[in-house]
């Protein structure tokens, strides 16, 4: 669509005939978001509160058409293409559409580098992960937000940044990115009402069944305990106590794709603890596209 053509559509956004506003709704809504700048200033233009409304309500919309835009085109990438920082972001746009990646980045990356000082290739890998909690969980005192687990801002990376909280989710997949970063070969466990971090042998990683990763592990970390470190068989017993069978399917790393399916899943029981409805349907939308 033209520019010319895209500006009379929004001068027409003020018309009180409904019939012509759902017109020019359905059209705009066709394009992507870079037309916002454009809605922007007709709503900083107007004086009409019910238009006003209307341009936020197509905002939205245009927002959130975008953030499936992003999800669909992250899950239909390769294994190895896929980056598990980006598909985090891409549920905070959800909620922070002008997230800056870059930003949030050298966050990361200054967190990554304080670590990275005190590492060195003659320590082991349980040496550099000891290190790595150290400066997570002591240093920086990232860990979970009990006061208000429920509440939505715990399911995204800029917050957690900021706040240094998070739950179970968010602050296991926030562990992973920082160990990755460091060549830490980290993966997802898919461990009963509390996901685990497992780091594993990388030279006998391989692929199996799609994106999930057969591999040897070589311990377990839970992000959630300070990163405490378990070995397969204290996690095995306590599978086989607790009747999870079978033990396989909590005890392999699982893809990238499954580790943001439960992020997407813990913010729809966020937003329904905190009765944002309109929010929860929305969020059930993106779990459709897993």
């Known amino acids: 669509m033209t520019n010319r053509k895209i500006n009379a559509l929004i001068e ?10 759902e017109l020019v709704e359905k059209e705009l809504l066709k394009e992507t978001d870079k037309i916002i700048p454009k809605l922007e200033q007709k709503w900083e233009s107007s004086f009409d509160v019910f238009c006003q409304e209307r341009i936020e309500n197509i905002i939205q919309n245009l927002q959130f058409k975008q ?9 239909k990438e390769s294994q190895e293409e896929r980056d598990l920082f980006t598909g985090f972001l891409i549920i905070d746009r959800f909620q922070y559409p002008d997230v800056n990646p870059l930003n949030i980045r050298l966050k990361l990356e200054n967190i990554r580098k304080k670590i990275w000082l005190e590492l060195n ?31 939505p801002q715990n399911c995204f990376l800029n917050q957690m940044l900021d706040t240094k909280k998070g739950n179970p989710v968010s602050i296991s997949i926030f562990y992973t990115i920082v160990a990755r970063m460091l060549d830490l070969p980290a993966q997802f466990i898919d461990f009963p009402k509390n996901p685990l971090v497992a780091i594993v042998d990388a030279k006998l990683a391989r692929k199996v069944h799609g994106n999930d990763v057969k591999s040897d592990v070589l311990f377990y970390i839970n992000p959630s305990n300070k990163g405490s470190i378990t070995s397969i ?4 017993y306590h599978l086989r106590t607790n009747n999870y069978f079978p033990l396989q399917h909590y005890t392999e790393p699982k893809s990238d794709v499954a580790f943001i399916k439960l992020l997407v899943e813990s913010l729809e029981l966020s937003y329904q603890s905190v009765n944002f409805m309109d929010k929860k349907e929305r969020v059930k939308q993106l779990l459709r596209l897993f």
């Open 121 to 151: 290739n003659s320590l082991t890998l349980l040496e550099k992960i000891t290190i790595l909690n150290h400066f997570l969980f002591n240093l920086n005192e990232f860990s979970i937000n009990f006061k208000n687990i429920h509440s």
């Open 67 to 75: 953030t499936t835009r992003l999800l669909k085109q992250w899950l």
């Open 12 to 21: 027409l956004l003020d018309d009180p005939d409904l019939t012509v506003f």
């Open 233 to 236: 068989k204290e996690i095995e």
